[in-house]
C-alpha cells in the first residue's frame, strides 16, 4: 500500500535549513488515539496485536442523538456503501466536563477546524477494533459511518491522524481515486533535547505497528528521514511486527514516546 507523507511543514523547513529555527512540537493526541471513557467502555477487552484499530470521532453543533439511531444510521450507510457488516461501535457523548477528551488539545493538534471543534457541544464515536478486513473494509466503513452522521455543520476528524474534515470534505475525500494514500501521515518534531523524532500516525488503522525514528541531530534530518522512508517501506511490506523482530536490514525495538502518543502498537528504530 502506497502512502503519501502529509504534515510536512516543519519536516521541509528543518531539512531545508539543515537544522535552523526548531518547528513547534504538535501535543499528544489524546490516550489512545482520542478514546473517551465511554468508547473504551463499549469496546472492551482491548485490541489484541495485529488488530486494526480505527476512530472517526463526529463533532456537532448541537446535543448527540440516541445511541440506537446513531448506530442504525451507521449500519445503514455501511450498507449503502456496499460494504460487508462490519462491527462498528457507535458512542453519542455530550462535550462537557465529563468527556474524558481533552478538546482543547486536540483542536490544537488537527489541521484544520480547530475553531469548531472548541465549539462543539456533541460528539459521535464511531470505532472498529478488530481483525483487519479485505480491502481495508474497516476503513471505509467507518469512514462512511462517520459521514452518514455528520450533518453539514459537522466537523469529522479522524483521530488516529487528527485530521479534521466538514463532511463536504470527507464526501470528496472517500470518493476520491487515492483516498488511501491519506491513511497515514508523517510528524516530525523537535524536543527539548533539540533532537528530532519522526513518527508515523494511521499504522493502526491497518493492523500494523506505527513507526517511530528518535534523537536524530538537525544536522543528520535530511539522511535520517529518507531512512525512515525506506524502512517504512520495508515495515508495509513486512506486515505486522513486534519489537525484537528484523524487518528488512533493522532490528525493531520498542518505541520511547508516552503511551497517550500511540494509538495502538508502536516499533522503533
Given amino acids: 500500500m502506497k502512502h503519501r507523507l502529509l504534515r510536512l511543514a516543519p519536516l521541509a523547513l528543518l531539512l531545508a535549513c539543515g537544522g535552523g529555527r526548531a518547528p513547534t512540537p504538535k501535543p499528544a493526541g489524546p490516550p489512545g488515539g482520542g478514546l473517551s471513557a465511554q468508547v473504551a467502555e463499549a469496546t472492551r477487552p482491548g485490541p489484541k496485536p495485529g488488530d486494526a484499530v480505527v476512530t472517526q470521532a463526529v463533532f456537532l453543533t448541537a446535543a448527540p442523538p440516541e445511541a440506537a439511531a446513531a448506530s442504525e444510521t451507521a449500519a445503514d450507510a455501511v450498507r449503502a456503501a456496499g460494504l460487508p457488516a462490519v462491527p462498528l461501535s457507535v458512542v453519542p457523548a455530550p462535550v462537557d466536563d465529563g468527556l474524558p477528551l481533552d478538546v482543547a488539545a486536540l483542536a490544537a493538534a488537527v489541521n484544520a477546524h480547530a475553531d469548531a471543534l472548541r465549539a462543539a457541544r456533541g460528539v459521535i464515536f464511531v470505532r472498529y477494533q478488530g481483525r483487519p478486513l479485505p480491502d481495508d473494509a474497516q476503513v471505509r466503513a467507518a469512514a462512511r459511518a462517520a459521514l452518514a452522521l455528520a450533518p453539514a455543520d459537522a466537523v469529522v476528524v479522524d483521530l488516529s491522524t487528527r485530521v479534521a474534515r466538514t463532511p463536504a470534505e470527507l464526501a470528496a475525500h472517500l470518493d476520491a481515486a487515492g483516498w488511501r494514500a491519506d491513511q497515514i501521515t508523517l510528524e516530525a518534531t523537535r524536543g527539548a533535547d533539540d533532537t528530532v523524532t519522526f513518527a508515523t500516525h494511521g499504522m493502526a488503522k491497518f493492523g500494523l505497528p506505527d ?58 528504530f
Avoid: N, Y
Avoid at 523482530?245 to 520511547?256: E, H, K, M, P
Fill in 211 to 268: 513507526l517511530e525514528q528518535t534523537g536524530v541531530p538537525p544536522s543528520e534530518a535530511r539522511a535520517a528521514f529518507g531512512r525512515f522512508q525506506a524502512v517504512w517501506h520495508d515495515l508495509q511490506a513486512h506486515g505486522h511486527a513486534t519489537p525484537g523482530q528484523r524487518v528488512g536490514a533493522i532490528t525493531l525495538r520498542a518505541c520511547s514516546r508516552p503511551p497517550e502518543a500511540i494509538d495502538h502498537e508502536c516499533v522503533a
